[in-house]
């Protein structure tokens, strides 16, 4: 067949002189290197598989909601957001809502053995159903709107304590000093924290300074430290479920035991937790914005500060590839002449020097009686 016929064959011929070639040179171990087709195909293969196991977890990922990074809910209605499943979600994908909500509303008799499935562990006995009811009247007692409101008013109304603690992982045993702890490469002094190592205050008289104190001490773990939520929240909590819901209707003991079970099971893992974030998280804000108002005062009485009085003053803002900064300013504050020098650099010395000199000498008048 002639090169003529075949409309390739001059680059077929061309490609295969190419890999023919006895002087291309081959790798120190003496074996031709692999085609990069082999690898491309590799990376293929891994990324479809990647794509598959993404699109299998889709599901799971439906359902959650996203919380911003380094920052904790704070707020007691955003109780609902959460990363995963919450335990009443999984209790209501197993059927567990529609005797949860009869028991809460006592609209009929519910017989929680009718819904054990012995093929599936989550609801294999009666007491994993009434984990899983319970669960479910927990979560809507923490999401309630008139629940909420009574929390913010009993927020206002009682005083909770915060103590602090030496950390146990740094606590040491007393025949030792005190010795500095390496943190991220910098020492740290733990005395500076002596006087949190055993103490307590109300939220609401300890210091903006305090605050920050005890952050500081708790991020480098060297203190511990813990909102006590008085009883009389949870006395309160439970004594307004139980008039809203345990008053429904006819009575009934094991109903009862029920609802208690699921008011204290919402207090104290939904509740009560959230509240104590929502306490620290105050005390973050209220002491970072002192700090900040603190910084801003001492900073405007630097900015407004006159010059040397009666002194003319030439200012020199140091700087490497922007320059330094001049400004030349008269006895009363006045602005007179401003420029950029290059101090760092070889060439042009001369010139800076010169303009720096003319600078003087463009108002010598105000000078020539302090130099």
Known sequence: MNNNDDPGGSKNMKKRKIKEDPKRTLPRNGKPK????????????????????????????????????????????????????????????????????????????????????????????????????????????????????????????????????????????????????????????????????????????????????????ENNKILSVKIVVPDFVFNKFHQFCSNKWIKKGNWDVNRKRIIDDAIKDSYNRLVQPLIIREIRSELKSKAEKASCDVFSTNLKQLLLTAPLKGKPILAIDPGYSNGCKLALVSQTGSLLSYNVIYLLKTKGQMEYAELLKTMLDEHKYGFEKHF
């Open 34 to 217: 692999k085609e990069k087709n082999v690898t491309v195909k590799r990376v293929i293969k891994k990324t479809v598989k990647k794509e598959v196991i993404n699109n299998e977890n889709d599901d799971e990922f439906q359902n959650t909601t996203k919380v911003s990074d380094g920052k904790k809910q704070t707020n007691i209605e955003n109780i609902s957001n959460s990363r995963k499943k919450n335990t009443a979600e999984r209790a209501k994908e197993l059927g567990l809502e529609e005797p949860a909500m009869a028991i809460l509303n006592n609209t009929n008799n519910v017989n929680l053995a009718d819904y054990i499935v012995a093929d599936k562990k989550e609801i294999a006995k009666i007491e994993d159903v009434e984990k899983g009811v319970i669960h479910i009247m927990a979560y809507i007692f923490a999401t309630d709107t008139d629940v909420l409101s009574h929390l913010r008013q009993l927020r206002s109304e009682v005083n909770f304590i915060l103590e602090t603690k030496k950390s146990a992982s740094k606590s040491e045993s007393k025949a030792k000093p005190a010795v500095k702890k390496e943190t991220k490469g910098k020492p740290i002094d733990e005395s500076k924290f002596e006087n949190y190592f055993d103490y307590k205050i109300p939220v609401k008289y300890v210091k903006p300074h305090q605050i920050l104190a005890i952050n500081r001490g």
